[in-house]
């Protein structure tokens, strides 16, 4: 999550290009508008920002959709790589309990086992009850991935919506239902996180296109014509990505108010709309600034929550290898220590030697 949304954060938080930078410069030449609305070349310049707005809304919603194609790309492989890992781990499960069936020790397939699981919980969620002495693994939902020998592969279908969708080993859906690792955070991302900012950003494309087009219809362009639609949505899919400007010229700005040719009055009107609020609550450019708001949130929380997990998984490493590992620092020194009570170990050995040795050679004097 916290990798897909710093691309995202990226492509939106820039101050001289971008949505916001567009729709601040598509009114400021507007306003421009207002003392020569003949000149043909401020009309230019608005036409040119009005294409730049919507070539600005296209990669926008160009970023957020990548954003989601590379997690649902995500899911798929991930779970190729846990039925793999899966997969050796049921494999070892059966080398361990048959060596030691034959008297043998396991401890090497174990560790190896641990660290092939400590993999699989990278990605994803896995919970772990022992039975007889061997983990038995499943997903955070309770679909099996490894019971003794034996590793249940997880499927991947695509849905209608095309995204790709995760079943268990007996066909159920639990896309979900599937929390943590990689795989977690892909599905949460992709299903929950990027579909709301997109929605967010549509909502922004369509509205003020809508805005924009009726300020157009209350006034005339340069010609006297009634003022016709700026922007055009598409009815169907993301307006954020279809939105396109529908003025072929800058004659269509309907500056005009009574159809005059030199006419300013409805150059307000086409202004009021950068401060009107829209149906989302706000104007266009507060608008706009609550999307970006919302992708730095949702990208500090992935951030502050990699940070935490990322603190706590190294705290419990440490315990873990304070209780398991070897210490390349405390080693030498223990190799020191047992080296040091050998020696003196020996020496008392030795003492008594020779005591037993003179204690011997007087008893046989004495004899």
Avoid: W
């Avoid at 014509?225 to 949505?233: I, Y």
């Avoid at 730095?296 to 398991?324: C, K, V």
């Avoid at 080693?331 to 030795?350: F, G, K, T």
Wanted: charge should be negative; charged fraction near 10%.
């Amino acid at each position: 999550q916290n990798t897909l949304l710093t691309q995202i954060n990226t492509a939106f938080s820039g101050t001289t290009t971008g949505i916001g930078a567009s729709l601040s410069t598509l009114f400021s030449d507007i306003s421009a508008l207002s003392t020569d609305p003949s000149d043909s070349s401020a009309r230019q310049t608005i036409l040119s920002d009005a294409n730049a707005l919507a070539d600005a809304f296209h990669q926008g919603a160009a970023a957020l959709s990548n954003a989601s194609s590379a997690a649902n790309q995500q899911v798929s492989s991930t779970v190729a790589q846990v039925n793999e890992l899966s997969q050796q781990i049921a494999d070892l499960n059966g080398q361990i309990a048959s060596g030691e069936a034959n008297g043998e020790s396991g401890g090497a397939l174990a560790d190896q086992r641990d660290e092939l699981t400590t993999q699989l919980a990278q990605l994803i969620g896995v919970s772990t009850i022992q039975t007889d002495g061997t983990p038995t693994l499943t997903t955070t939902n309770g679909s099996p991935l490894v019971v003794g020998d034996s590793s249940y592969q997880l499927q991947v279908t695509t849905a209608p919506d095309g995204t790709a969708h995760v079943m268990d080993g007996q066909g159920n859906d639990i896309t979900d239902e599937l929390s943590g690792g990689s795989l977690g955070g892909a599905i949460a991302a992709r299903d929950n996180t990027l579909p709301a900012l997109a929605q967010q950003l549509d909502a922004l494309a369509s509205q003020f296109a809508a805005a924009m087009n009726n300020a157009q219809a209350n006034g005339f362009d340069l010609n006297g014509n009634p003022g016709a639609a700026m922007f055009t949505v598409p009815t169907m899919g993301s307006a954020a990505a279809g939105i396109t400007a529908a003025l072929t010229s800058g004659s269509q700005i309907a500056a005009s108010s009574d159809g005059s040719s030199g006419g300013s009055g409805n150059v307000k009107a086409l202004l009021d709309v950068q401060s009107t609020s829209l149906p989302c609550g706000a104007n266009p450019t507060d608008s706009y600034a609550s999307l970006v708001g919302n992708i730095g949130f949702a990208g500090s929380q992935a951030s502050s929550s990699l940070a935490a997990t990322t603190s706590s998984l190294q705290q419990l490493t440490s315990q873990q290898e304070g209780e398991s590992g070897v210490s390349i620092d405390e080693e030498p020194s223990n190799l020191i220590r047992y080296q040091q009570a050998y020696s003196a170990s020996a020496r008392v050995i030795s003492t008594i030697n020779d005591i037993y040795a003179t204690l011997m050679n007087m008893s046989l004097g004495e004899l």
